[in-house]
């Protein structure tokens, strides 16, 4: 009757008001970084200072005023909805309506959840987007508002992400995961957003040109907490269903909108100046975000004042939290220390010690022992002289006398060790399944813990007590083939451990740098680096030392890239194809890679020079295969796409300068004379840069063929000028190609580096100019100055098509004309 | 039972507020002080009795869930045992005429209650004399009903005496603040006031003796939350002398300091209170150069409360990001940082209250532990 009647006083509420605010809780985390401990229950009703998760995240919504939450449940969903379902948060008088969602197994990712509130209609307006294991007391509504004040003129304007200045080093800034945001500081639209992870270390971030081009300011922002809390507009869902490869919120939803071209949506930041805002998103945050509420950081927030789980606590000097309701033993000779909470009915024995740990309700510390910088849920038995070291002990668990649980170690619910137990660091301890537990369990993302089981016989379990149940989970990194990628490899979750310092994870980085960056080879290379802003101005020595890596990643993925080309013509040689399907496939291949067009036609170029026999002794032969050759798949430069026949000479003339065929630089070009592929204007433009001189190349033997080359093309010119002066009287030394035979002598026997050197001061070799031009992060407004003064060499992949019709603007005719 | 549904209303309200003060959404010792009136009004209105008992009971319940919810605000169980004053008096009135409800407790408060206009009232109180029976067994109801409208007119009252508590607070305000300092020379013609923080009750307080009074104030910036700032920049829009001096300076001035004027969270029982921090140092200051201190406070900060152990604490931690700043990243896992509210004075060190009313009888003893 009470309650009846007080839901239909709460629904009455909810329809005067013009628009419920609506909040969508994403109750699980998708990840395993605090297993043993969510075997048996999910990551949000995991306690933190004696509430569960879930209860914080409700109450930094109740905050906010949010009227109607759905909660999507995936792992343990039935845990999750009991759990809601005996919460104050469902009596009258709360304010809010909970609905839980139970959701797939399927559901893999934020992005499948996102989908999946989209398929059902949950969301009718703008709605608040959170993690079931947030902790905020930062007034959402006020994001709310400014939200929808902006929808008001930007339709594009989707979502808005809270974030706080927290400086690089904050305790509670994660470390495994976090973020650079690219911002518009007067709008605080974020322009760009790039994931940061520990290992393998990100370095270096790339920043598209056009952003800087775009905006006369921009911020760089290496020091803000993404406090996960999104506020999004309806057609938010829907986005994540149209593009189904999006997983994470973050790394694919934010980034893909961000660089998307067509979808042409802004994402704005809110920067929190006051308010507290985190999630506990890994052991090492739950140890943070414990420290912050219990040193009142989250003010309201705290223990003594509006503890979500309802307990009430008495807050006495040093931040020292007791449960208030007279139950708290504590012997006269125990010893709590500073940023301490008590739970009710919790017992600390003579000569105890707790300094800075959460001890939940109902446990035991016996004499003599000492916890610190543990977190202890509820029923915890601690015998007599043990000693607990930063460590999270799960509901149940029962040390006996005498044992050591150093730093970071994870000990599941119902676990009993000792006596005088002697765990090593961070060694995770669940119990074994019974039976019951195994059939209750349908979730089926449980093989890990099977695989557990099945191990403990090869493992030594003597150091856990003659009484232990516990079944230890593995030490070491996985096997190379399980390493999963991504954020959750086992060198970043060590980022995210509790009380891993990872000191020794940056040490490997450098050690390997090479295999380290596979993720950023996908989507760089050469020329693409050098447009990345470092954003070592504004961080600190952790990414200062960013610039070789790249570059070694990206010559990695250029030579894979080139074998591809290599082998994807040979076999097209081998099997005759036709010039269009060769150059289909090309194209293909290089959308796959993603690599700039120069580097294609580099492939093509030497692929074709190489093609060429070399015909010993036999000049007339030896240019009737190069005629062939080229005439056959000459054509195929230009069919690639990006007619550029300037550049192609420039391919052409470095290539030959590193090949044994760089006797046949002069009858090749010739050849492309002849099929039309370059015209004597190309030939000219090529020889009038002053890159093809090669002055700035170091010396050796490379360089002198360059040279050679250039020399080579200085000949070819002269017989066009005398050609033109010639015609009218018509006559003709050769009247096919000119130049092939003067050019083979000139490549045998002329040398002439003198004069080169002297000329060729003005700039170097395409390769070498580039590493000059990588622009420091910082002072944004010079760095986009810096970037357009680098017209050539450095060009973000996206701009690379645009480039190609500028510079090949005057060329564009002779395009159109081979096709 | 039969109550439910139309107390439910009443009964969200209460949560409603509650949770406001658990999440201080609603801070300050008189605008807990009105919510509470507020929401207590609407439990009366909306409360089904047929004896006096049932609704102490009712008005007791909902006052310990509130204060329960925010035991640092002291003003909201003042608030309600003010009321549950009102009540018995109200119903003693009603019952028994204008008899003296106990025996031997006549009192000046008393005197002065009754000597305010409260003309309908009385009237009312006349004819609901003698009608007003407890558990009529034939009409359950009359009993509230007959007393509901005299309670509200009761409450109204204390809400009137809320709205105008600067008001009366301030009316003396001339006779504690003098133009001449008698002896000295006219360079030292005015007096010298000292406050600090920015209280709405010292503030209208200092500016009623503005009327009548030539006189400069220092005003502490009071840190973390520098509201002096924004005293100082009130009292000084009113015409009034203002200097506004870091709070490390107090001490060194005081010596030129005549009387410093305080603002209250809550006065306690032993005569000590809560205020501002920086309050202890002022009063501290003040005594080792014997200046005196006053404090200006409304009737409804002064609570029955007191305990042994003010002393060791200051009562209310706040957020550590007035003083440090979260983005301190590196410094944040190093430090620890407190930030009190309030200082505890004793009462040795505060030489005179100044309130709106006269103090015995507001609340009846028994209330004390609500």
């Given at each position: 009757?009470?309650?009846?009647?007080?839901?239909?006083?709460?629904?009455?509420?909810?329809?005067?008001?013009?628009?419920?605010?609506?909040?969508?809780?994403?109750?699980?985390?998708?990840?395993?970084?605090?297993?043993?401990l969510t075997?048996?229950?999910?990551?949000?009703?995991?306690?933190?200072?004696?509430?569960?998760?879930?209860?914080?995240t409700?109450?930094?919504?109740?905050?906010?005023?949010?009227?109607?939450?759905?909660?999507?449940?995936?792992?343990?969903?039935?845990?999750?909805?009991?759990?809601?379902?005996?919460?104050?948060?469902?009596?009258?008088?709360?304010?809010?309506?909970?609905?839980?969602?139970?959701?797939?197994?399927?559901t893999?990712?934020?992005g499948?959840?996102?989908?999946?509130?989209?398929?059902?209609?949950?969301?009718?307006?703008?709605?608040?987007?959170?993690?079931?294991?947030?902790?905020?007391?930062?007034?959402?509504?006020?994001?709310?508002?400014?939200?929808?004040?902006?929808?008001?003129?930007?339709?594009?304007?989707?979502?808005?992400?809270?974030?706080?200045?927290?400086?690089?080093?904050?305790?509670?800034?994660?470390?495994g995961?976090?973020?650079?945001?690219?911002?518009?500081?007067?709008?605080?639209?974020?322009?760009?957003?790039?994931?940061?992870?520990?290992?393998?270390?990100?370095?270096?971030?790339?920043?598209?040109?056009?952003?800087?081009?775009?905006?006369?300011?921009?911020?760089?922002?290496?020091?803000?907490?993404d406090?996960?809390?999104?506020?999004?507009?309806?057609?938010?869902?829907?986005?994540?269903?149209?593009?189904?490869?999006?997983?994470?919120?973050?790394?694919?939803?934010?980034?893909?909108?961000?660089?998307?071209?067509?979808?042409?949506?802004?994402?704005?930041?809110?920067?929190?100046?006051?308010?507290?805002a985190?999630?506990?998103?890994?052991?090492?945050?739950?140890?943070?975000?414990?420290?912050?509420?219990?040193?009142?950081?989250?003010?309201?927030?705290?223990?003594?004042?509006?503890?979500?789980?309802?307990?009430?606590?008495?807050?006495?000097?040093?931040?020292?939290?007791?449960?208030?309701?007279?139950?708290?033993?504590?012997?006269?000779?125990?010893?709590?220390?500073?940023?301490?909470?008590?739970?009710?009915?919790?017992?600390?024995?003579?000569?105890?010690?707790?300094?800075?740990?959460?001890?939940?309700?109902?446990?035991?510390?016996?004499?003599?022992?000492?916890?610190?910088?543990?977190?202890?849920?509820?029923?915890?038995?601690?015998?007599?002289?043990?000693?607990?070291?930063?460590?999270?002990i799960?509901?149940?668990?029962?040390?006996?006398?005498?044992?050591?649980?150093?730093?970071?170690?994870?000990?599941?619910?119902?676990?009993?060790?000792?006596?005088?137990?002697?765990?090593?660091?961070?060694?995770?301890?669940?119990?074994?399944?019974?039976?019951?537990?195994?059939?209750?369990?349908?979730?089926?993302?449980?093989?890990?813990?099977?695989?557990?089981?099945?191990?403990?016989?090869?493992?030594?379990?003597?150091?856990?007590?003659?009484?232990?149940?516990?079944?230890?989970?593995?030490?070491?990194?996985?096997?190379?083939e399980?390493?999963?990628?991504?954020?959750?490899?086992?060198?970043?979750?060590?980022?995210?451990?509790?009380?891993?310092?990872?000191?020794?994870?940056?040490?490997?980085?450098?050690?390997?740098?090479?295999?380290?960056?596979?993720?950023?080879?996908?989507?760089?290379?050469?020329?693409?680096?050098?447009?990345?802003?470092?954003?070592?101005?504004?961080?600190?020595?952790?990414?200062?030392?960013?610039?070789?890596?790249?570059?070694?990643?990206?010559?990695?993925?250029d030579?894979?890239?080139?074998?591809?080309?290599?082998?994807?013509?040979?076999?097209?040689?081998?099997?005759?194809?036709?010039?269009?399907?060769?150059?289909?496939?090309?194209?293909?291949?290089?959308?796959?890679?993603?690599?700039?067009?120069?580097?294609?036609?580099?492939?093509?170029?030497?692929?074709?020079?190489?093609?060429?026999?070399?015909?010993?002794?036999?000049?007339?032969?030896?240019?009737?295969?190069?005629?062939?050759?080229?005439?056959?798949?000459?054509?195929?430069?230009?069919?690639?796409?990006?007619?550029?026949?300037?550049?192609?000479?420039?391919?052409?003339?470095?290539h030959?300068?590193?090949?044994?065929?760089?006797?046949?630089?002069g009858?090749?070009?010739?050849?492309?004379?002849?099929?039309?592929?370059?015209?004597?204007?190309?030939?000219?433009?090529?020889?009038?840069?002053?890159?093809?001189?090669?002055?700035?190349?170091?010396?050796?033997?490379?360089?002198?063929?360059?040279?050679?080359?250039?020399?080579?093309?200085?000949?070819?010119?002269?017989?066009?000028?005398?050609?033109?002066?010639?015609?009218?009287?018509?006559?003709?030394?050769?009247?096919?190609?000119?130049?092939?035979?003067?050019?083979?002598?000139?490549?045998?026997?002329?040398?002439?580096?003198?004069?080169?050197?002297?000329?060729?001061?003005?700039?170097?070799?395409?390769?070498?100019?580039?590493?000059?031009?990588?622009?420091?992060?910082g002072?944004?407004?010079?760095?986009?100055?810096?970037?357009?003064?680098?017209?050539?060499?450095s060009?973000?992949?996206?701009?690379?098509?645009?480039?190609?019709?500028?510079?090949?603007?005057?060329?564009?005719?002779?395009?159109?004309?081979?096709? | 039972?039969?109550?439910?549904?139309?107390?439910?209303?009443?009964?969200?309200?209460?949560?409603?507020?509650?949770?406001?003060?658990?999440?201080?959404?609603?801070?300050?010792?008189?605008a807990?002080?009105?919510?509470?009136?507020?929401?207590?009004?609407?439990?009366?209105?909306?409360?089904?009795?047929?004896n006096?008992?049932?609704?102490v009971?009712?008005?007791?319940?909902?006052?310990?869930?509130?204060?329960?919810?925010?035991?640092?605000?002291?003003?909201?169980?003042?608030?309600?045992?003010?009321?549950?004053?009102?009540?018995?008096?109200?119903?003693?009135?009603?019952?028994?005429?204008?008899?003296?409800?106990?025996?031997?407790?006549?009192?000046?408060?008393?005197?002065?209650?009754?000597?305010?206009?409260?003309?309908?009232?009385?009237?009312q109180?006349?004819?609901?004399?003698?009608?007003?029976?407890?558990?009529?067994?034939?009409?359950?109801?009359?009993?509230?009903?007959?007393?509901?409208?005299?309670?509200?007119?009761?409450?109204?009252?204390?809400?009137?005496e809320l709205?105008?508590?600067?008001?009366?607070?301030?009316?003396?305000?001339?006779?504690?603040?003098?133009?001449?300092?008698?002896?000295?020379?006219?360079?030292?013609?005015?007096?010298?006031?000292?406050?600090?923080?920015?209280?709405?009750?010292?503030?209208?307080?200092?500016?009623?003796?503005?009327?009548?009074?030539?006189?400069?104030?220092?005003?502490?910036?009071?840190?973390?939350?520098?509201?002096?700032?924004?005293?100082?920049?009130?009292?000084?829009?009113?015409?009034?002398?203002?200097?506004?001096?870091?709070?490390?300076?107090?001490?060194?001035?005081?010596s030129?300091?005549?009387?410093?004027?305080?603002?209250?969270?809550?006065?306690?029982?032993?005569?000590?209170?809560?205020?501002?921090?920086?309050?202890?140092?002022?009063?501290t200051?003040?005594?080792?150069?014997?200046?005196?201190?006053?404090?200006?406070?409304?009737?409804?900060?002064?609570?029955?409360?007191?305990?042994?152990?003010?002393?060791?604490?200051?009562l209310?931690?706040?957020?550590?990001?007035?003083?440090?700043?979260?983005?301190?990243?590196?410094?944040?896992?190093?430090?620890?940082?407190?930030?009190?509210?309030?200082?505890?004075?004793?009462?040795?060190?505060?030489?005179?209250?100044?309130?709106?009313?006269?103090?015995?009888?507001?609340?009846?003893?028994?209330?004390?532990?609500?």
């Amino acid at each position: 009757m009470a309650a009846k009647s007080a839901n239909s006083g709460k629904e009455k509420l909810i329809d005067e008001e013009e628009e419920v605010l609506q909040a969508v809780i994403l109750a699980d985390s998708f990840n395993k970084r605090f297993r043993p401990l969510t075997t048996r229950k999910p990551r949000c009703l995991l306690p933190i200072c004696n509430a569960p998760l879930l209860d914080w995240t409700f109450e930094s919504l109740a905050l906010a005023g949010v009227q109607e939450v759905f909660v999507i449940c995936r792992s343990h969903a039935e845990l999750v909805k009991n759990a809601i379902k005996e919460s104050k948060w469902s009596k009258p008088g709360s304010g809010m309506k909970i609905v839980p969602i139970m959701t797939a197994k399927e559901t893999f990712s934020p992005g499948d959840a996102m989908r999946d509130i989209y398929t059902r209609g949950l969301v009718t307006s703008d709605f608040v987007l959170v993690m079931g294991d947030l902790v905020s007391n930062i007034r959402i509504d006020e994001v709310v508002r400014v939200h929808k004040e902006r929808r008001r003129t930007n339709k594009d304007a989707i979502m808005t992400m809270v974030v706080k200045e927290s400086g690089v080093d904050h305790r509670t800034r994660a470390k495994g995961e976090s973020s650079v945001f690219v911002l518009d500081p007067k709008t605080s639209e974020c322009l760009h957003y790039e994931h940061i992870q520990g290992y393998p270390a990100t370095k270096s971030i790339s920043v598209p040109r056009e952003i800087l081009t775009d905006h006369p300011e921009v911020d760089i922002r290496n020091d803000l907490l993404d406090c996960s809390i999104d506020v999004c507009s309806v057609e938010v869902p829907s986005l994540f269903q149209d593009n189904f490869d999006y997983l994470d919120i973050r790394r694919d939803f934010v980034h893909g909108i961000l660089t998307s071209d067509i979808l042409m949506k802004n994402i704005y930041c809110y920067v929190a100046e006051e308010g507290y805002a985190a999630r506990v998103q890994d052991t090492r945050s739950y140890e943070s975000i414990s420290k912050d509420i219990l040193s009142r950081w989250t003010f309201p927030l705290v223990p003594d004042d509006n503890h979500p789980g309802g307990h009430i606590y008495e807050h006495t000097h040093g931040n020292r939290y007791i449960a208030k309701d007279n139950t708290v033993v504590l012997a006269r000779t125990c010893n709590i220390g500073t940023n301490t909470l008590i739970g009710s009915s919790t017992t600390v024995s003579d000569n105890a010690s707790v300094i800075a740990s959460v001890v939940g309700e109902k446990c035991t510390i016996g004499a003599g022992s000492i916890i610190r910088n543990s977190y202890l849920f509820e029923n915890v038995a601690i015998g007599a002289n043990c000693h607990v070291e930063q460590s999270i002990i799960g509901a149940g668990v029962q040390i006996k006398e005498g044992s050591r649980i150093p730093k970071g170690c994870l000990i599941a619910d119902g676990v009993i060790i000792g006596p005088n137990a002697t765990l090593e660091p961070f060694e995770r301890l669940s119990v074994k399944r019974n039976k019951a537990d195994i059939e209750a369990d349908e979730d089926g993302d449980d093989s890990d813990v099977e695989e557990v089981e099945a191990s403990q016989d090869s493992i030594d379990r003597s150091a856990l007590g003659k009484d232990s149940n516990a079944i230890v989970w593995p030490r070491a990194p996985p096997d190379e083939e399980d390493e999963v990628e991504g954020p959750e490899n086992y060198e970043n979750q060590r980022f995210m451990r509790l009380g891993d310092t990872a000191s020794d994870v940056v040490l490997d980085v450098s050690d390997d740098g090479s295999s380290s960056d596979d993720e950023e080879s996908s989507s760089s290379d050469d020329d693409d680096f050098h447009d990345r802003e470092s954003v070592s101005g504004l961080s600190d020595a952790s990414m200062g030392m960013s610039m070789d890596m790249p570059a070694i990643s990206g010559l990695m993925a250029d030579a894979e890239f080139r074998t591809e080309v290599t082998q994807s013509l040979e076999r097209a040689f081998a099997e005759g194809h036709s010039v269009e399907n060769a150059s289909v496939e090309l194209k293909t291949l290089r959308m796959a890679s993603n690599v700039p067009l120069r580097r294609v036609k580099e492939a093509v170029v030497a692929a074709i020079v190489e093609k060429i026999v070399i015909v010993d002794g036999d000049a007339a032969g030896q240019r009737k295969e190069i005629s062939t050759v080229i005439s056959r798949w000459g054509d195929l430069i230009n069919r690639i796409g990006g007619v550029d026949p300037v550049e192609t000479v420039s391919i052409l003339q470095a290539h030959s300068a590193v090949s044994t065929r760089m006797s046949l630089f002069g009858q090749i070009l010739a050849a492309l004379y002849q099929e039309d592929i370059v015209e004597e204007d190309h030939i000219r433009a090529w020889h009038a840069l002053p890159e093809s001189k090669g002055a700035d190349r170091k010396e050796g033997p490379e360089t002198d063929n360059f040279q050679k080359a250039w020399m080579i093309g200085s000949h070819m010119i002269q017989q066009f000028d005398a050609q033109a002066s010639e015609s009218e009287e018509s006559e003709s030394e050769d009247d096919t190609a000119p130049p092939p035979s003067k050019a083979s002598a000139a490549s045998s026997k002329q040398k002439q580096p003198v004069e080169s050197s002297e000329e060729g001061t003005e700039s170097g070799d395409d390769t070498a100019s580039d590493s000059t031009e990588g622009v420091d992060g910082g002072e944004s407004e010079s760095a986009s100055e810096d970037v357009s003064a680098s017209e050539n060499s450095s060009r973000p992949v996206s701009a690379s098509t645009s480039e190609d019709e500028t510079t090949g603007s005057e060329s564009e005719d002779d395009g159109v004309i081979v096709r | 039972m039969v109550s439910e549904p139309r107390s439910a209303a009443a009964n969200r309200s209460v949560e409603v507020l509650a949770s406001k003060l658990r999440r201080r959404q609603i801070v300050g010792s008189r605008a807990t002080a009105l919510e509470t009136l507020l929401v207590l009004r609407q439990v009366i209105a909306k409360a089904r009795f047929s004896n006096l008992e049932q609704l102490v009971a009712i008005i007791r319940d909902v006052g310990r869930r509130l204060v329960d919810a925010q035991p640092k605000e002291h003003s909201v169980g003042n608030t309600v045992r003010k009321v549950l004053h009102h009540i018995r008096e109200e119903f003693h009135a009603a019952t028994r005429g204008v008899e003296v409800p106990k025996p031997a407790s006549f009192s000046i408060s008393k005197f002065v209650l009754q000597g305010q206009p409260r003309k309908q009232v009385a009237v009312q109180k006349s004819e609901a004399k003698g009608t007003l029976r407890e558990n009529d067994p034939d009409d359950p109801d009359s009993f509230a009903r007959g007393l509901k409208p005299v309670l509200m007119e009761a409450i109204q009252d204390v809400l009137d005496e809320l709205e105008t508590v600067y008001d009366n607070v301030s009316k003396n305000a001339k006779d504690h603040i003098h133009s001449d300092n008698l002896g000295y020379s006219h360079d030292y013609a005015s007096e010298i006031i000292l406050t600090l923080g920015m209280s709405k009750t010292v503030e209208q307080f200092l500016k009623a003796a503005a009327h009548v009074r030539n006189y400069s104030v220092i005003v502490a910036e009071t840190a973390p939350s520098y509201n002096g700032r924004e005293m100082a920049k009130s009292l000084s829009s009113s015409g009034i002398s203002t200097f506004l001096v870091p709070d490390s300076s107090i001490f060194a001035l005081m010596s030129r300091v005549n009387k410093v004027i305080l603002g209250a969270h809550v006065i306690l029982a032993n005569g000590g209170m809560f205020a501002v921090s920086g309050s202890l140092m002022a009063a501290t200051a003040a005594r080792a150069h014997s200046t005196p201190v006053v404090v200006c406070a409304g009737q409804f900060k002064l609570t029955p409360l007191w305990n042994l152990y003010h002393e060791y604490g200051a009562l209310d931690f706040g957020n550590p990001s007035d003083v440090l700043g979260f983005e301190n990243g590196d410094l944040v896992d190093k430090v620890d940082v407190v930030n009190p509210y309030y200082d505890y004075v004793q009462p040795e060190l505060i030489d005179a209250y100044i309130t709106n009313e006269l103090l015995k009888e507001t609340y009846d003893d028994e209330d004390n532990e609500l």
